[in-house]
Every structure is written in structure tokens, then in C-alpha cells.
């Protein structure tokens, strides 16, 4: 079993800045990609930025240029820097990890628990 723990979370004003970190433990061999998703009231939860074991990043359209994805491998850890904040960024914030527990296993998905991020005008 594999543990996603998130902190950074909390209210800022728009256009500060907060840091996401995602630290997973457990039975890990691998960590194939890490992400971030959020989920505002009403809407359903959607991809802000994934990056793999390598160097491969992605961003939703609405993030790029203001958000930047990051991951420390020897410690399992994703980070989320998130610059030039908005009122439209306010959402629960979930960690994604995709973990291979032995060499040749296969890979699983796992969640956080989710952190809130709120901006306010």
C-alpha cells in the first residue's frame, strides 16, 4: 500500500504564491508519474500539471507560465509552485501518483487526500 500525504495549502490573496508538496511512502519501487489535479465546487476535478520519473512535464493551458511542477525523486516527493495566483485557481487540490511496488508489477494509481487552496480577490 502506498501513502500520499499534502501540505501547502491555504488562502492567499490574488497574485501570490503557494507550494504543494506531495510525499508519498509505502511499498514503493517506482514512481512512474506524479501529478496534480484540483476540483472546484461544482466542477469536476481536472489535471493542473503531471511530470514523470524523467524530465516530461504537461500543464493544463490555464496554469502555464504561472504554475511549475517538480519532484524530488530520492524522496518520492511532487512539488506544485504556484505563482500570479486568481480567484478562479480556489479549489481542493489532490496529489496523483502512478507507483510500481516491485520490479516487474504493474503500475497503480494512487490519491491524496486533497489540500484546499483558496484566492482571494
Known amino acids: 500500500q502506498v501513502q500520499l500525504v499534502e501540505s501547502g495549502g491555504g488562502l492567499v490573496q490574488a497574485g501570490g504564491s503557494l507550494r504543494l508538496s506531495c510525499a508519498a511512502s509505502?511499498?514503493?519501487?517506482?514512481?512512474?508519474?506524479m501529478g496534480w489535479y484540483r476540483q472546484a465546487p461544482g466542477k469536476q476535478r481536472e489535471l493542473v500539471a503531471v511530470i514523470t520519473s524523467g524530465v516530461y512535464t504537461n500543464y493544463a493551458d490555464s496554469v502555464k507560465g504561472r504554475f511549475t511542477i517538480s519532484r524530488d525523486n530520492a524522496k518520492n516527493t511532487a512539488y506544485l509552485q504556484m505563482n500570479s495566483l486568481k480567484p478562479e485557481d480556489t479549489a481542493v487540490y489532490y496529489c496523483h501518483a502512478g507507483v510500481v511496488g516491485t520490479r516487474w508489477g504493474p503500475m497503480y494509481d494512487y490519491w491524496g487526500q486533497g489540500t484546499q487552496v483558496t484566492v482571494s480577490s
Open positions: 509505502g511499498n514503493i519501487f517506482s514512481i512512474n508519474v
